[in-house]
């Protein structure tokens, strides 16, 4: 799936149609790169995807949040997942996409390097993270998602942010 394909703004609930085929459940997730390792998100949570535009920086936030974004009249903070990772920062080429999340009552928006494509992916393709990865640190991991060859680390958006990180963020 292009990129330009991804872009329409269709609400996820247009875009997820659960399968009923084949063993297990099914579900959609849209999958999208961070330095060189993939990740993926279920559709459920996604509102759209937007092109990079001009972020409104906002001062005493932690260095992960880049700022906030006017879209169609709503506010809404951004989130560099890179920093909130420990990643390596990297410059934004003509990929790097705003991923358009729904957290319960709160939207926020995720900077990727690129959106890749929307997957179907069985409920058995999902293995718990490793013991030895797991902890406070990183109970935003829901799973590891096996590929064919490779595997995409499964993010639980809604751990991405602490409860305290996100009443910062509604107090700003």
Not at 22 to 27: I, Q, Y
Not at 43 to 67: A, K, N, S, W
Not at 124 to 140: A, F, R, V
Request: charged fraction near 20%; aromatic fraction near 2%; charge should be negative.
């Amino acid at each position: 799936m292009t990129s330009a394909m991804l872009e329409k703004s269709t609400p996820a609930s247009a875009k997820a149609q659960p399968s009923s085929r084949g063993a297990g459940n099914m579900t959609q997730i849209v999958s999208f790169r961070l330095a060189s390792e993939e990740y993926g998100v279920d559709i459920m949570r996604v509102q759209e995807i937007i092109l990079m535009g001009q972020i409104t920086q906002m001062p005493e936030v932690p260095d992960f949040i880049c700022g906030l974004i006017n879209l169609r009249g709503h506010v809404i903070p951004i989130i560099d997942l890179r920093k909130r990772f420990h990643l390596p920062c990297s410059d934004n080429t003509e990929d790097t996409r705003i991923v358009v999340v729904n957290l319960g009552s709160r939207t926020i928006g995720i900077v990727v390097d690129a959106v890749n494509e929307v997957l179907r992916i069985n409920s058995e393709q999902i293995e718990p993270p490793p013991s030895s990865i797991t902890g406070i640190d990183h109970e935003y991991i829901r799973g590891l998602v096996k590929l064919e060859n490779k595997l995409l680390i499964l993010l639980n958006i809604e751990s991405v942010l602490s409860a305290g990180e996100q009443a910062e963020l509604a107090e700003s």
